[in-house]
């Protein structure tokens, strides 16, 4: 597989430019979607777009929460989620389109994903578990278009940290992640804790660390908290986190899960989400920013606004589509009706 050095490859914002363009004089109705899937979504990144046909018929590489438990073990932890109009589907890439290594144990409750360029991309597991698990994996992909189709390559392995106590009870299911501004082929990660709110950031240098056989140990720095207002009614106050390097801003979903006590009151209530941003500009690829952020402690809580609601649905991924207005998104309900679907960012 071709890899490249950094974000900033032409192609790719070639391929920006025409879904931007073909947006020009279409409406709303034609640019947004919802339809129902069948597998829960714990996250979503870009993925490849049609270069025939309509121009909305772009897919996104999706990632499962699925364990290392009996009879699990062999679940596909990612799937590419294909548009076709007004419809879904999801079509999960098999376990031998993935190459785990030997020496470690397959993806265990993959929560996040995004992608770094092109060629690669960084999920991450949510938490460790007895002290294992705890990791974030770098993926390598066929960088042409319908790539995706022959599936990943896992080209290098980090741990979330060298000490898994540092990061007892975080568990965490949003990431986003930028090219820093270092010129270095360094790209800035931040990682968002569902039930705290907390935001730790680190920088990670794929094309030296694929040369490294074992696992690297990230030292994540608290760098901000964010919570969701309690008229929200949410129990997770990230889901998911994207950067939009277009607006300079922060996204996130907060939600309610049905199995979550956080809320005694709403016990019985539906799975429900809100989509919100930050109100104030986010520079995740300015390292004097992000290193401005963890110098002040890391406690200071970055202001929200909400963007979109749903309300009959626990939305667990989002992604930009392209360089446009538009975010897809896709639900982690615990059942096999989920949706799946694209919106207007306003």
């Given at each position: 597989m071709?890899?490249?050095?950094?974000?900033?490859?032409?192609?790719?914002?070639?391929?920006?430019?025409?879904?931007?363009?073909?947006?020009?004089?279409?409406?709303?109705?034609?640019?947004?979607?919802?339809?129902?899937?069948?597998s829960p979504i714990s996250g979503l990144a870009a993925g490849d777009y049609a270069e025939s046909g309509?121009?909305?018929?772009?897919?996104?590489?999706?990632?499962?929460?699925?364990?290392n438990k009996p009879g699990d073990e062999n679940k596909p932890r990612f799937a590419m989620v294909e548009r076709h109009g007004s419809n879904a589907s999801v079509v999960p890439i098999d376990q031998s389109q993935v190459s785990w290594p030997l020496e470690q144990k397959?993806?265990?409750?993959?929560?996040?994903?995004?992608?770094?360029?092109?060629?690669?991309?960084?999920?991450?597991?949510?938490?460790?578990?007895?002290?294992?698990?705890?990791?974030?994996f770098l993926l390598e992909r066929e960088p042409s278009q319908g790539g995706l189709s022959a599936g990943l390559r896992l080209v290098a392995t980090y741990s979330q940290s060298s000490s898994p106590?540092?990061?007892?009870?975080?568990?965490?299911?949003?990431?986003?992640?930028?090219?820093?501004?270092?010129?270095?082929d360094s790209y800035n990660i931040l990682l968002g804790d569902r039930n705290s709110g907390g935001l730790y950031w680190e920088s990670i240098h794929p094309l030296q660390d694929i040369a490294d056989n074992g696992v690297i140990p990230l030292a994540l720095k608290k760098v901000g908290v964010i919570t969701a207002p309690?008229?929200?009614?949410?129990?997770?106050?990230?889901?998911?986190?994207?950067?939009?390097?277009?607006?300079?801003?922060?996204?996130?979903?907060?939600?309610?899960?049905?199995?979550?006590?956080?809320?005694?009151?709403?016990?019985?209530?539906?799975?429900?989400?809100?989509?919100?941003?930050?109100?104030?500009?986010?520079?995740?690829?300015d390292m004097a920013f992000m290193q401005s952020m963890a110098s002040s402690g890391g406690n200071e809580s970055l202001l929200i606004e909400p963007v979109h609601s749903f309300p009959n649905h626990k939305v667990e991924g989002i992604t930009a589509f392209g360089a446009t207005d538009g975010m897809f998104y896709g639900s982690d309900d615990d059942t096999t009706i989920n949706e799946y679907g694209l919106m207007v960012v306003k």
């Open positions: 071709r890899r490249e050095t950094n974000g900033k490859n032409p192609r790719v914002w070639g391929s920006i430019a025409v879904l931007a363009m073909a947006l020009v004089g279409c409406d709303e109705q034609e640019f947004d979607f919802s339809a129902q899937v069948d309509e121009i909305y018929d772009y897919n996104t590489l999706a990632v499962f929460d699925e364990k397959r993806g265990n409750d993959i929560e996040a994903i995004c992608q770094l360029n092109e060629t690669y991309y960084l999920a991450a597991e949510s938490s460790f578990y007895k002290g294992d698990y705890g990791r974030l106590d540092e990061l007892d009870g975080i568990s965490f299911e949003g990431l986003a992640c930028a090219p820093s501004n270092d010129s270095d309690s008229s929200w009614s949410t129990s997770r106050d990230i889901s998911d986190l994207y950067f939009s390097s277009s607006s300079h801003r922060l996204f996130g979903v907060a939600s309610y899960d049905p199995e979550d006590k956080a809320l005694d009151s709403k016990q019985n209530a539906q799975p429900h989400s809100m989509m919100y941003r930050t109100s104030h500009s986010f520079h995740l690829e």
